[in-house]
């Protein structure tokens, strides 16, 4: 009789038990999907509609992201006082996304983010011309890259955090690229503060991918103060030199001494304007870090004093683009009055070497049928007092 008892007992402990976890799956799920809005954004000159989702977490920080070139319209961080502000540079009108968006304002790069000179490469013995928007290179995958392109976006359903899943097929000759690619990527906004991106891709035809995320960032809340006041480091001890084009040279030059060398803190404008060839070449900062070490680890750190906030980013690829935003050239008005004038924002784009299918001796882009892309990058947001 007793041994019956327990049993019934712990028969009714494991049915209370997984009720309340059934439960609680379910509350979190319900949470994260009331904790991803869809809102109308803006008409294109098509007539397409362009949604807008706002994804928030359980701190108030907020990410908006629009189905039209996967772009991130806004970024929420607190500062040292808690207050959440926009740090990601944006334009104010729908249309100028819709129209050319000619800084890549917080758009998905590809399919091969950065310079690839003379707009060709070849691939298993085949030449391929790809599309010449930057001077005599292709930039960005070429003037319909994917931050042109119109991309389906799901909220996910059973994520821990708020997650969207952006999906998005580049036909094969799509801008002159060989092969039909598949492309995901996951945009999550964890409640540690952090932006995820996950990029995947597969393709059916061998063909090169190097996929970014084009945000820039000031994080002092203002986006009509320059960024030379933002403290930068960057886990690298060598830089690839360009030529004029902003082609790398093939050169892998130590950083030590040189204006470019961020492996200990310092303000992006401090030797900014120094007399060196390779910032003149730049008009800035506009190069390529050989990131230390390889797999998912911190790369580079952002600091502004004012406000207190931090950015740290963590990726698996083998470099970073650090931009100063040396093409800014005062044309669109900010999010938060005046004009995006030169150097009011700045970028760090993850990813492989620029114009690697040309240069053997840089880690491969070269993606084949049967082989999965896959790419992480973290933008986390802290605050220093
Ligand atoms: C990248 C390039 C820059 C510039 C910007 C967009 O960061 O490296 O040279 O083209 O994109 O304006």
Known sequence: MKIINYNLIIIALLFVVGCSKKENN???????????????????????????????????????????????????????????EDVVLGFTKPEDYFNGNPYYFGALIGRYGNRIANA??????????????????????????????????EPVKDAKFPTLKLTYTSADGEEGYPGKLSVTVLYTLTDDNALEISYEATTDKATVVNLTQHSYFNLSGNFAKTITDHELQINADKFLPV?????????????????????????????INSDDDQLKKGKGYDHNWILNGSGMRNIAKVYHPQSGRVMEVLTDEPGVQFYSGNFLDGKFDTKTGG???????????????????????????????????????????????
């Open 339 to 385: 004009k995006n004038e030169f150097r009011t924002g700045f970028c760090l784009e993850t990813q492989h070497f620029p114009d690697s299918p040309n240069q053997p001796s840089f880690p491969s882009t070269e993606l084949k049928p049967g082989q999965k892309y896959q790419a992480k990058t973290i933008y986390k947001f802290s605050v220093k007092k």
């Open 120 to 153: 060709k490469f070849a691939l298993e013995g085949k030449t391929y011309n790809i599309d010449k928007n930057d001077g005599p290179n292709s930039l960005h995958g070429g003037k319909e890259g994917f931050h042109t392109k119109f991309w389906n976006i």
């Open 243 to 271: 030529n004029e084009t902003l082609i790398p040279t093939g050169e892998q030059k130590a950083v030590k001494g040189s204006p470019f060398d961020f492996t200990v803190s310092k303000p992006i404008g401090k030797d």
């Open 26 to 84: 379910n509350q979190s799920q319900k949470e994260n999907m009331e904790n991803i809005q869809v809102s109308d954004y803006g008409v294109t000159a098509k007539d397409d509609s362009i949604k807008k989702y706002t994804l928030t977490n359980k701190n108030g920080m907020k990410l908006e992201v629009i189905n039209f070139g996967g772009i991130i319209t806004s970024l929420t961080a607190p500062d040292k006082n808690g207050k959440y």
